[in-house]
């Protein structure tokens, strides 16, 4: 018997949180439909602008904001369905991939290898764009060598996510889950989170970036044909059960990733949304623990950080958008994921004490 899964499991914290976020998402489209409407009646623009199909990264695009017209669809396909109790997940059951390229091993990976990386060492994998014998030895032999272009292009990052794709499906992985090399992730809370949900069930687990579902016109149907989707940003993380990812494979697998990104001509991130919102109509989960440089990270209170599953940093001109928090001086540990990890586990041996 399926019932509610708010109902099955017991009235953990997360659930709790679950069923206040719906709440709250269907109170938060409503303003944002009200938003919405003003900006498009202030910016007439907006409402007929396109979508920068041209190499941006992922999340920096400006994208088209539109107005749900029924915002029924739009809370029903963020709501959980039915599902059993899941089965227990650990660690192992997870692959977790990490989008790099060449210009970023020497300022970004050091970093995740001596902090969350050491949690997750053999789940851990570095999709990347070059042969790099010093980082291959330093993540004992997980660098893979997409071959894609090193470009920030729309092709070279669905390229990539398309390698990421095809090497979890070889994997007998449970989840696939993610993430950018600006990114700290909280291994056992990713863990403990997949744990709510069950793998042979379809998931797509992530966080929007934008606040109304995306809009794009689908010109190869004629007469034209409005697409309305939602996406999780790639720079917060996302994950996939191994049921939805096999359902994907049709389009995603073997490559295929790729050429339905060229046809929509969107970033990495937008055609996984394209995909399973659009395409195979399974909605995704709003997931608020998941955070991108988009968002300010010095809005997450400490006492809800161990909570957070991902966390980024950015820096505009002189400005850092860093996580708040105590720790090793700014010279040393400027995007404060040093400090982060410390705090999330004391235990490891740079950390004071
Ligand atoms: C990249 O190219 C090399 C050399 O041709 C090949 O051995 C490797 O399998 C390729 N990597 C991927 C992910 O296809």
Request: glycine fraction near 4%; charged fraction near 25%.
């Amino acid at each position: 018997m399926s019932r509610p899964r708010e109902q099955v499991i017991p009235a953990s914290d997360d659930n709790a949180r679950m069923n206040a976020k719906h709440r709250r998402l269907l109170q938060t489209l409503s303003v944002v439909a009200l938003l919405a409407y003003t900006a498009l009646l202030a910016y007439p623009t907006l409402s007929r602008g396109a979508v920068d199909d041209e190499a941006s990264p992922s999340g920096k695009v400006q994208r088209i904001r539109s107005l749900h017209e029924d915002p029924t669809v739009t809370s029903e396909s963020s709501s959980a369905t039915a599902t059993l109790r899941p089965p227990t997940t650990v660690l192992d059951d997870v692959f977790i991939s990490v989008k790099t390229t060449k210009s970023y091993h020497n300022h970004r990976l050091p970093i995740i290898l001596k902090t969350w990386f050491q949690l997750a060492k053999a789940q851990t994998w570095f999709f990347t764009d070059t042969d790099d014998p010093e980082f291959q030895l330093k993540t004992n032999g997980h660098m893979i060598n997409t071959n894609c272009s090193s470009s920030h292009s729309r092709k070279a990052l669905c390229c990539k996510m398309s390698v990421e794709f095809d090497t979890f499906m070889d994997t007998d992985k449970k989840w696939f889950c993610h993430f950018d090399d600006d990114n700290y992730v909280n291994v056992p809370r990713l863990v403990r989170f997949l744990g709510d949900y069950n793998p042979r069930e379809d998931w797509y687990l992530g966080k929007p970036s934008i606040q109304a579902p995306l809009e794009i016109i689908n010109k190869e149907k004629k007469p034209t044909q409005k697409v309305k989707f939602w996406f999780a940003t790639g720079g917060a993380g996302f994950c996939l059960s191994r049921a939805l990812a096999l359902k994907m494979m049709p389009v995603a697998s073997g490559g295929k990733f790729i050429g339905t990104g060229e046809k929509i001509r969107l970033p990495d991130d937008v055609t996984m949304g394209y995909i399973i919102e659009h395409l195979l109509k399974k909605p995704l989960t709003v997931v608020d623990q998941f955070h991108s440089h988009l968002e300010p990270m010095k809005f997450i209170r400490r006492e809800i950080l161990e909570d957070q599953i991902s966390f980024s940093y950015a820096r505009n001109k002189d400005e850092w958008n860093v996580v708040k928090i105590e720790g090793f001086d700014t010279k040393y540990d400027t995007n404060r994921f040093l400090s982060l990890h410390c705090f999330l586990f004391p235990h490891f041996n740079f950390c004071p004490r």
